[in-house]
């Protein structure tokens, strides 16, 4: 094998980095939707997208994908089955993310901003380690949803995986923004976002707008935990601290409220630690990551694409 | 009302598990040992991501004690195992540690598998008088932590150097690269006996990547190696981790074999890496095919009480007590000190793992096994000497 060039390790990392982005965009893009809507930085999300991966998990083990044995390998499942699972596992979230809204934040809705982001931390750490309690804290086998096939683009290797990831993330992307700009329910959304009361006045359904925004980013968080899962089978109950918290730094980067912000704040994040990582240490990767958080913030405290709006007084 | 009652049903689970860990503290006060009984405190990583060091530790652990005691003890008097979970963190180990020694009073402790744990909790015991017998931590510097800490394994510096010389010598490879985690004692010590003697021989290192924290994603760590084009790839992790990274590294197209130590070994090896880990291999405490009459009915009867196959963490945990009862034996008695005095004069040990003696630095001198891992098995490819070895 040839000596591999510097361009091509470059443009190898830039392609891990955009898959890792990938993810963590699609987890930014939650949110950031209710943080657009209800100011509120939903810390649970995390625990969603971890709640995403078990449910896919159980849906492969009742269906019988699973080995019985330790010693045996878990078996390939079909795409049809895939999707089937994906859409089972949306659905619980999109529910568990309501249930958590309708529990946890809508009883505290006029309590000022403080109690609820506590809420939001106290709901994180009750799925974490209520988690624990319930999955157990070894970690599970997730099954191969696809034969890995690697691919090579001119010495840049790029597995099956991580084009599914990418082009998943970005077609959930995509519709999403459709769905915001451009459909009723969506305009109910942003007419949320910018005033609530008078939205109310207008007569949207201002609870069931919420509940809605919960559904979708709980569904995304889903989607992003199965993704992450075929990729590196192996989930624990703890999976989605690490993620949760670089999406976060993805939507505050990218701005937050703003989706196609949380998309680029995703990319971007994923492609410099993947760039710090391969050029210089890995170990530094996640330090060169806030730093950069912290310069964005500091040059424009809004974040990359988000808007500047005066204090609601 | 039903969902309001699980929801609360939810939170008291959740509350439970999060108390568990003070409730360790609190232990019982009617502790002394009393008369009759030898208290044995075992710390293991019986939850978590390590978990199976743990519990096939502890079941080769109470396969001794049951044989221990069916035969009527030691001196007349029984053995009795209080066993604590470490949740495979270092800093948990140090407060079961606190626990076992102040509360329950053990009179010797056993554990842990992992380097990191067996170096906090050690200092604890030292200071508390109490001898530990750590059964599988590989790292030099757990018998650094004072003079009443001990091990029935062998050793990092040996054990990296047997790997370099069979990468070296015996596969003939000249091209390594090396990947560890840079937080773990355990990861970080073999790494750089392992760099150093595979120097020495006149090998080359052609990467060395660290990675930090509770990572399950190798991608970039892999790239970086698969630019440097490798003949072996030196992975001195856990069996936790070791799946993902041979995933990871299948998945970039790179086809050399992976070496580790006795880390990987686990009951769940070869499900969490799938066949990534075909024709890799790592070394292990014991050679299961040995026609030793010690070996073959441990193997017996670990089968017959908990019908699973055993693995050398189990065989380790056997040894420890059976080490143990060797030292009350020659000591002369039960208590912390003369089970450390006891200790100290091991000699000629027999044991499941081979015969050793505890030398001046309370380590034990013992050969490695090289496996290589196929479709569903491992199979024995060279036991090495400490004496092989210069």
């Known amino acids: 094998m040839a000596e591999v060039s510097l361009t091509t390790e470059v443009l190898q990392y830039v392609t891990n980095g955009v898959a890792k982005g990938s993810t963590y965009a699609l987890m930014a893009v939650g949110y950031t939707l209710v943080y657009g809507v209800l100011q509120l930085i939903n810390f649970a999300h995390a625990e969603v997208y971890m709640l995403g991966s078990y449910f896919a998990w159980y849906q492969a083990k009742w269906a019988g994908y699973l080995p019985d044995s330790k010693g045996a390998r878990a078996e390939t499942v079909p795409l049809y089955m895939v999707a089937l699972f994906v859409a089972g596992a949306m659905a619980a979230c999109a529910l568990a993310g309501m249930l958590i809204e309708r529990l946890a934040y809508r009883p505290l809705r006029n309590a000022g901003r403080l109690a609820p982001l506590i809420t939001a931390i106290g709901v994180s750490l009750l799925l974490q380690y209520g988690g624990q309690v319930v999955f157990g804290t070894e970690p599970k086998l997730f099954p191969t949803f696809a034969e890995t096939v690697v691919y090579d683009a ?160 | 009302m039903r969902k309001a009652l699980s929801v609360i049903a939810f939170f008291a689970m959740a509350l439970a598990a999060l108390i568990g860990g003070c409730k360790d503290k609190g232990g019982d006060n009617n502790s002394a040992a009393e008369a009759g009984e030898i208290k044995i405190g075992v710390f293991l990583s019986l939850s978590g ?13 109470m396969l001794a004690v049951d044989e221990i005691n069916a035969a009527g003890g030691i001196g007349g008097k029984k053995l009795v195992i209080v066993d604590k979970d470490t949740r495979s963190q270092p800093d948990q180990a140090q407060t079961v540690a606190k626990a076992l020694a102040t509360s329950d009073k053990v009179a010797v402790a056993i554990g842990s598998v992992e380097s990191g744990q067996s170096i906090k909790a050690a200092p604890v015991f030292q200071e508390a008088g109490i001898p530990m017998v750590s059964p599988s931590s590989t790292n030099p510097d757990v018998t650094k932590q004072g003079d009443r800490i001990f091990r029935v394994c062998y050793l990092d510096d040996f054990q990296g150097q047997a790997c370099a010389t069979f990468a070296y010598k015996d596969l003939g490879l000249k091209k390594a690269a090396i990947i560890f985690a840079q937080d773990d004692d355990y990861s970080k010590g073999l790494a750089d006996f392992f760099r150093a003697s595979f120097k020495a021989l006149g090998g080359t290192i052609v990467e060395d990547v660290a990675f930090q924290g509770e990572v399950s994603e190798f991608k970039d760590q892999v790239s970086k190696i698969a630019a440097a084009n490798p003949e072996v790839i030196f992975a001195p992790v ?107 004069k091991v000699k000629d040990f027999h044991g499941v793992t081979g015969t050793y003696s505890i030398d001046e630095n309370r380590n034990a001198k013992k050969p490695i096994t090289m496996l290589k891992i196929g479709g569903t098995s491992l199979s024995k490819v060279k036991v090495i000497q400490p004496g092989d070895l210069k």
């Open chain 2, 49 to 61: 991501k390590n978990a199976d060091f743990g519990k096939t530790t502890k079941n080769g652990i």
């Open chain 1, 154 to 313: 001119g010495g840049v290797k790029i597995p099956n995986t991580n084009i599914y990831i990418v082009v998943t993330s970005l077609v959930l992307m995509l519709g999403l923004t459709f769905f915001v700009n451009k459909t009723r329910p969506g305009a109910a959304m942003r007419a949320c976002s910018h005033d609530m009361r008078t939205a109310r006045l207008m007569g949207v359904n201002v609870n069931a707008t919420i509940s809605l925004t919960f559904a979708i980013g709980s569904a995304l968080a889903a989607v992003a935990g199965v993704l992450v899962a075929m990729d590196q089978p192996a989930i624990t109950p703890l999976m989605g601290v690490r993620i949760g918290l670089k999406a976060f730094v993805a939507a505050v980067v990218g701005g937050i409220g703003s989706i196609p912000g949380a998309a680029l704040g995703g990319l971007l994040l994923g492609v410099s630690e993947s760039v710090v990582s391969g050029l210089w240490k890995p170990v530094y990767s996640e330090a060169v990551a806030f730093v950069f958080l912290i310069v964005v913030l500091l040059v424009k405290p809004s974040g990359i694409l988000g808007k500047s709006v005066r204090e609601k007084v």
């Open chain 2, 238 to 344: 856990y069996y936790g981790s070791i799946g993902l990274i041979a995933r990871d590294f299948r998945k970039q197209g790179v086809k050399a074999p992976l070496l580790g130590g006795d880390g990987w070994e686990s009951p769940q090896l070869i499900q969490l890496a799938g066949e990534t880990l075909e024709g890799c291999y790592f070394g292990y405490h014991y050679d299961p095919e040995d026609k030793d009459e010690k070996v073959q009915s441990y193997l017996k009867n670990y089968k017959a009480k908990f019908n699973t196959e055993p693995n050398s963490l189990s065989a380790l945990g056997y040894d420890a007590v059976y080490t143990v009862k060797a030292a009350i034996e020659l000591g002369g008695g039960a208590s912390p000190d003369q089970i450390t005095q006891g200790l100290r």
